[in-house]
């Protein structure tokens, strides 16, 4: 049975043949195949695992700089009060024995020694 378009001719006729196709259109399919399979076998060979090793070392340097900027902060804070002069007084007192003129320097800890 036949199949007709409106203007009347035969959508397929039984005696046609089945229409083939060029070989260069099969091999244009054949060369988007192994174009999309080398592309994967690359980038999960070559670059997922270059791409992990980015992603560690961007952790690594993350984690080194939020170290930096805490020990940023605790120079900061130390240069604040190496700033103070009742910083400087009190650590030159402990640390050196210096006083203030007008102040008398004792030591309690030699004291308690009875001899």
């Known amino acids: 049975m ?28 054949l060369a988007l195949v192994v174009i999309c ?29 939020s170290k930096l900027k805490a020990q940023n902060e605790s120079l900061r804070q130390q240069e604040q009060q190496l700033n103070s002069d009742a910083y400087i007084e009190k650590y030159s007192a402990q640390n050196f024995g210096l006083t203030m003129p007008g102040q008398v320097p004792f030591d309690l800890q030699n004291s308690s020694h009875h001899g």
């Open 37 to 65: 399979g080398w592309s994967v076998f690359h980038y999960l060979h070559t670059e997922r695992p270059q791409l992990a090793k980015l992603q560690a070392q961007h952790q690594q340097y993350a984690s080194q700089l």
């Open 2 to 29: 036949l199949a007709y378009r409106q203007n009347g001719k035969p959508l397929v006729s039984s005696n046609a043949r089945p229409r083939t196709r060029h070989p260069l259109f099969r091999l244009r399919y």
